[in-house]
């Protein structure tokens, strides 16, 4: 079972940066993919960006590739995500959620956090 704990979300001007985090208990991140979701107002949530833990290799949504990074820390089990360049249409509600390398799904899923990007 892995929990995830979310922080690093608030209110910033547009332009400005974020750094958000993805903690891990429970178990290790090895052999898991993690993922970073968000869902703004009245919208349906989308896939931001995702970290394969074996072999590091990283995705990225065309709305964020260029300004949004995704990255880990082994020794801290925790995966990052630093939003530089924020739009106003970057605001959402932040899920990370992780899934073993050989599913389908996501099924660990955090609690969320809100980034707040005001124009």
């Known amino acids: 079972q892995v929990q995830l704990v979310e922080s690093g979300g608030g209110l910033v001007q547009a332009g400005g940066s974020l750094r958000l985090s993805c903690a891990a208990s429970?178990?290790?991140?090895?052999?898991?993919?993690v993922a970073w979701f968000r869902q703004g107002p009245g919208k349906e949530r989308e896939f931001v960006a995702a970290?394969?833990?074996?072999?590091?290799?990283?995705y990225y949504a065309d709305s964020v590739k260029g300004r949004f990074t995704i990255s880990r820390d082994n020794a801290e089990n925790t995966v990052y995500l630093q939003m530089n360049s924020l739009k106003a249409e970057d605001t959402a509600i932040y899920t990370c959620?992780?899934?073993?390398?050989?599913?389908?799904?996501?099924?660990?899923w955090g609690q969320g956090t809100q980034v707040t990007v005001s124009s």
């Open positions: 970290f394969v833990w074996n072999g590091g290799n990283t």
């Open positions: 959620a992780a899934r073993y390398y050989s599913d389908n799904a996501y099924h660990y």
């Open positions: 429970g178990r290790t991140f090895n052999d898991y993919t």
